[in-house]
């Protein structure tokens, strides 16, 4: 009896799981359905796979690691200029429709957000979903990176600078090979902490250009995917002691111990002391201010904006720095013609000059163009919400609040706008000054709208002086390094070669004398 009635709720157990089972798959079947034939975005061509569920994107992205974005190029080869690709983006390719998706002026644009968790900074401006909200944050902050603000701390960046070039010289008298990111890269860690904090970590005074915040970057982009996917993997890295997290992100951790110790003077505020902090120029005291509401003003939303300044304004411009250096010492043509045109604002090698004398040298500005062009930074698409909208494009609609995207890549490499577009070609600049070619309307690094990108006067700012002093006073020669070694095959927010990340080696072969 006893057994018979065992065996009887053994199989009334199994067949509540397997109505269980059933019943998860049929909502799962169900969903599919609907999401495939009659969501509001049915009509938008695409592989119904990615229409139906996020796994394909899972797959290509997060066990692949970062190669949904060029799946992506290849759904477009297929179903044209508009896909779906995934159960609730569309993604568009076309240029002409870039600054519909990017929008400016009072054309609202929300962030997606499903995916400001990529960035594992949910306080910071860059992970603001709603578009008033971050107008509002950016507005705390635009005086601060503004042309005339950033020109006042022109004499320390300058000073970072010629610190770089008495290093190069260094390499030339010992005749090391020296990599050009590691070295760009300290240059832009010490000007952006400068910057932001009053103060610099002297990255360009370590014997390997060593750089916490590239290795920052390394750490969080290697998570980003990750992280949009489950989002709850952000708390929890910042929830594990400091030792544990030194494994796991050494470069993130390194960051938080530095910024914890001007935190520290935050947090004494917080607790009613005076603020110790010297200098105006600092992010800390601009986002304290009394007027600024107390939830603006918290621990984490300062570490979180902090830490995103730090690794946006050493990354972007590295990358033009090093890939600059990487195609002009390569062309001989190129080198000799932006030498002549530097030689006359900079007669000699050690001479000075300012921004607003160099952005008017037309070869120099092509050159920077197309570094921009060709540096992948940022590639990761970005998918803006019309939250009042109903666009269209080419006959379909798209509803408001539904996520479009893009990515500099595609921008960058289409041949209709940049013929060759893998060809490092200052003069196509050129050719588009004389013939009205709009071509800038299509340079997106720091992206177009309300959005972009905050920190690109400071950019700039770096990229002419260091350019224009570097190749002034030095012959390069590009070393162990070839095309296939720095061709993307990943999106982990920036650019990444197929192994490792990003390295330009190079010889310093002379210092000019004229």
């Known amino acids: 009896m006893n057994t018979y009635l065992s065996l009887s709720n053994i199989e009334l157990d199994v067949s509540l799981y397997g109505i269980v089972l059933v019943a998860i798959a049929s909502v799962f079947v169900i969903r599919g359905f609907y999401r495939i034939y009659f969501h509001p975005l049915a009509e938008i061509p695409g592989p119904k796979l990615t229409a139906a569920t996020y796994l394909y994107e899972f797959y290509y992205d997060v066990i692949c690691g970062g190669r949904f974005l060029f799946q992506i190029g290849k759904m477009h080869e297929k179903y044209g200029p508009i896909v779906r690709i995934n159960p609730r983006e569309i993604h568009i390719i076309d240029p002409s429709f870039y600054h519909e998706i990017y929008a400016s002026g009072s054309r609202k644009r929300d962030k997606e957000a499903s995916v400001v968790s990529t960035y594992g900074v949910p306080h910071s401006m860059a992970a603001t979903v709603k578009h008033d909200h971050h107008r509002y944050r950016r507005g705390l902050l635009s005086d601060f990176f503004s042309k005339r603000s950033v020109q006042s701390m022109s004499p320390a960046i300058e000073a970072r ?51 916490d915040i590239r290795t920052a970057t390394d750490d969080f982009t290697t998570f980003s995917h990750a992280t949009r996917f489950f989002p709850f993997l952000t ?43 010297t200098g105006d120029h600092n992010i800390v005291k601009r986002l304290h201010s009394p007027e600024i509401p107390a939830e603006e003003r918290t621990l984490s939303r300062l570490q979180d904006e902090g830490f995103t300044f730090l690794v946006a304004g050493t990354e972007t411009t590295m990358r033009a720095l090093s890939f600059t250096a990487y195609h002009v010492y390569q062309d001989r043509a190129i080198l000799d013609r932006l030498r002549s045109e530097l030689r006359e604002v900079l007669p000699t090698p050690n001479s000075k000059a300012t921004w607003s004398t160099l952005e008017k040298l037309p070869y120099l500005n092509a ?34 609040g539904t996520p479009m995207s893009t990515s500099t890549y595609f921008v960058h490499r289409n041949p209709a706008i940049y013929p060759d577009p ?27 709208g309300s959005r972009i990108c905050i920190g690109m006067n400071l950019a700039f700012l770096e990229m002419y002086l260091a350019i224009a002093y570097y190749i002034r006073r030095f012959d390069l020669e590009i070393c162990d390094t070839d095309p296939e070694s720095i061709r993307v095959t990943r999106e982990r927010v920036n650019g990444y070669p197929e192994h490792g990340g990003l390295q330009i080696k190079a010889r310093v072969k002379a210092v000019l004398q004229d």
């Open 367 to 400: 050159v920077i163009n197309e570094a921009l062009r060709l540096s992948n930074a940022a590639i990761i698409r970005l998918p803006r919400v019309a939250p009042d909208e109903t666009l269209q494009y080419k006959g379909h609609v798209i509803p408001p």
């Open 161 to 211: 600078i010629e610190r770089l070039m008495e290093r190069l010289e260094g390499f030339h008298e010992n005749g090391r090979v020296v990599n050009i990111c590691s070295a760009f890269g300290a240059l832009t860690s010490d000007i952006i902490t400068h910057y932001c904090y009053g103060k610099h970590w002297g990255f360009l005074d370590d014997e390997e250009f060593r750089s």
């Open 422 to 448: 893998q060809k490092f070609d200052p003069e196509r600049w050129i050719k588009a000054a004389k013939t009205g070619d709009p071509l800038h309307r299509y340079l997106v690094p720091f992206t177009k």
């Open 235 to 277: 708390g929890l890295l910042r929830s594990l002691p400091t030792r544990v997290m030194a494994l796991l992100m050494p470069g993130k951790a390194v960051l938080f111990e530095f910024e914890s110790s001007i935190f520290q003077h935050f947090s004494a505020v917080i607790k009613g002391k005076v603020i110790t902090l």
